[in-house]
């Protein structure tokens, strides 16, 4: 269906026509309305912020590079922000509301305790905010609400009172209780925000790089899709319908949406209905009880080196994944991929468990853990994009243009049907 710049302009999107993803024709209008550069960080809350940034350390290669807990001053919350190249998670957790909090330090401005604990309670373990850093925060934050974003929270300038330097933080509503968070850096040098205290470890990384893409989960795509365009500018990517997913037992249609340098890629599900099970996107909005995040997409250089680390780890800490597809699979793997791999790395992505896409532009080679924490909602995608190379204008340098490869919709239907049997694992319809 595509935006184009009188839909930003106007009302939205209006009645979402999805055309499938063969049908679909993709371009780039170049729409947003604010400076946008890349993702920036990603913030889970959760009940134990101590234990929880430990796991995800261990099972996906990610050193601690800040903290902001009682050692720092602040008697409100702890937060500990682990990384690998560009790719920064931070977990935050509250303490006990009868702590005097009197003087405290927070690098978090607005944070409430009650927000917290209320959040943990309807979704477990899940992210908070989507972390993006713009060229001015307080513009984007400015021109998101004059365009109907809800504000979360106004701008603010953040200090940066150890080394020097500013950021500045403002957030709006994504969706659900998720927020986009916008961050500028104003001569700040740090990993996460000002006023956390940057922590010296020894490094530690898989080979992840970079937040590729971020997934939410809503009940009705056509609003989330207006409210998110209008007020960002994004355009409209790629689409997905439930005739892409090519399985009787799930539902759902899909829309990614991308900024102008196609570096923020956000897609989003709604669930379809009428199939003979109940659509995996709708499990997630009542185990989630109500819109939120996904999955997050994680690229890496070496697929095959990274996976043979978390594997590892699977049991032992670490992550588990979702059950491979058949051995047909990857058998027929060769005939469509066979220019682009070699054999051995057919037989690694059979070992190791990779499914293997391609679109116009490239290849992507995907795999998905189980969900992360005990409820059947978010869960993480690692990735691999193959070729669609091209030389930076500003740089000259050779960077790779953004979603190349895809999102794995060949992959659809033998994603879901693992999906499928897992969830049939937890109703008791099919024993583990």
């Given at each position: 269906?595509?935006l184009d710049k009188?839909d930003h302009?106007?009302?939205?999107i209006?009645?979402?026509?999805?055309v499938?993803?063969?049908?679909?024709?993709?371009?780039?209008p170049?729409?947003?309305?604010?400076?946008?550069?890349?993702?920036?960080h990603?913030?889970?809350w959760c009940g134990d912020?101590?234990?929880?940034w430990?796991?995800?350390?261990?099972?996906?290669g990610?050193?601690?590079v800040?903290?902001s807990?009682?050692?720092t001053?602040?008697q409100?919350y702890?937060?500990y922000?682990?990384?690998s190249?560009e790719?920064?998670f931070?977990?935050t957790?509250?303490?006990?509301?009868?702590?005097?909090?009197?003087?405290?330090?927070m690098?978090?401005?607005?944070?409430r305790?009650?927000?917290?604990?209320?959040?943990?309670?309807?979704h477990?373990?899940?992210v908070?905010?989507?972390?993006i850093?713009v060229?001015?925060?307080?513009?984007?934050h400015?021109?998101s609400v004059?365009?109907?974003?809800?504000?979360v929270?106004e701008?603010?300038?953040?200090?940066d009172?150890?080394?020097?330097?500013?950021?500045?933080?403002?957030?709006v509503?994504?969706y659900?209780?998720?927020?986009?968070?916008y961050v500028?850096k104003?001569g700040?040098k740090?990993?996460?925000l000002?006023?956390?205290e940057e922590?010296?470890?020894?490094?530690l990384?898989?080979g992840l790089?970079?937040l590729?893409?971020?997934?939410?989960?809503v009940?009705?795509?056509a609003?989330?899709?207006?409210?998110?365009s209008k007020?960002?500018g994004?355009?409209?990517?790629a689409?997905f319908?439930a005739?892409?997913?090519?399985t009787?037992?799930?539902g759902?249609?899909s829309?990614?949406?991308?900024?102008?340098?196609e570096?923020?890629?956000l897609?989003?599900?709604?669930?379809?209905f009428?199939?003979k099970?109940?659509s995996?996107?709708?499990?997630?909005?009542?185990?989630?009880e109500g819109p939120?995040?996904?999955?997050?997409a994680?690229?890496c250089?070496?697929?095959?080196?990274?996976?043979?680390e978390?594997?590892t780890r699977?049991?032992?800490?670490g992550?588990d994944?979702?059950?491979?597809?058949?051995p047909?699979?990857?058998?027929?793997l060769?005939?469509?991929v066979?220019?682009?791999?070699?054999?051995?790395?057919?037989?690694e992505?059979d070992?190791?468990?990779?499914?293997?896409?391609?679109?116009?532009?490239?290849v992507?080679?995907?795999i998905?853990t189980k969900?992360?924490?005990d409820?059947p909602?978010i869960?993480?995608?690692?990735?691999?994009?193959?070729?669609?190379?091209e030389?930076e204008?500003?740089?000259?340098?050779e960077?790779?243009?953004?979603?190349c490869?895809?999102f794995?919709k060949?992959?659809?239907s033998?994603?879901?049907?693992?999906?499928?049997?897992y969830?049939?694992?937890?109703d008791?319809?099919?024993?583990?």
């Amino acid at each position: 269906m595509g935006l184009d710049k009188a839909d930003h302009e106007g009302s939205g999107i209006g009645a979402l026509r999805l055309v499938g993803c063969e049908r679909f024709v993709r371009s780039n209008p170049k729409t947003d309305r604010f400076g946008v550069q890349r993702f920036h960080h990603i913030e889970f809350w959760c009940g134990d912020a101590s234990n929880t940034w430990r796991r995800f350390s261990w099972g996906l290669g990610m050193h601690l590079v800040a903290k902001s807990d009682q050692t720092t001053g602040n008697q409100t919350y702890c937060s500990y922000a682990v990384q690998s190249n560009e790719l920064v998670f931070a977990f935050t957790a509250p303490y006990s509301s009868k702590i005097d909090q009197t003087g405290t330090k927070m690098p978090h401005p607005g944070y409430r305790s009650e927000d917290a604990r209320s959040f943990i309670e309807s979704h477990g373990l899940a992210v908070r905010a989507v972390g993006i850093l713009v060229d001015d925060a307080d513009e984007a934050h400015r021109v998101s609400v004059e365009n109907g974003a809800v504000s979360v929270l106004e701008p603010h300038v953040l200090n940066d009172d150890a080394k020097g330097g500013k950021m500045v933080m403002a957030e709006v509503k994504l969706y659900g209780d998720v927020v986009l968070r916008y961050v500028s850096k104003h001569g700040y040098k740090g990993p996460m925000l000002p006023n956390y205290e940057e922590v010296e470890s020894l490094p530690l990384t898989y080979g992840l790089v970079r937040l590729d893409h971020a997934v939410g989960n809503v009940h009705k795509l056509a609003e989330a899709v207006n409210y998110i365009s209008k007020f960002s500018g994004f355009h409209e990517f790629a689409e997905f319908t439930a005739d892409d997913v090519g399985t009787t037992e799930s539902g759902l249609n899909s829309m990614v949406l991308a900024s102008n340098n196609e570096m923020i890629l956000l897609p989003i599900n709604e669930p379809t209905f009428g199939t003979k099970r109940k659509s995996q996107i709708q499990t997630y909005l009542e185990h989630n009880e109500g819109p939120g995040l996904q999955h997050l997409a994680l690229i890496c250089d070496d697929i095959f080196s990274t996976l043979r680390e978390m594997r590892t780890r699977t049991h032992i800490g670490g992550f588990d994944f979702m059950p491979k597809p058949p051995p047909t699979y990857y058998k027929n793997l060769a005939s469509r991929v066979g220019s682009i791999l070699s054999d051995e790395q057919i037989k690694e992505c059979d070992e190791l468990g990779i499914l293997v896409d391609k679109d116009d532009q490239g290849v992507l080679l995907q795999i998905f853990t189980k969900p992360l924490g005990d409820r059947p909602t978010i869960f993480i995608e690692i990735i691999q994009r193959v070729g669609c190379m091209e030389k930076e204008e500003s740089t000259g340098r050779e960077v790779q243009k953004g979603g190349c490869g895809g999102f794995g919709k060949g992959n659809f239907s033998e994603l879901f049907k693992s999906i499928e049997e897992y969830e049939k694992t937890l109703d008791g319809t099919l024993k583990a």
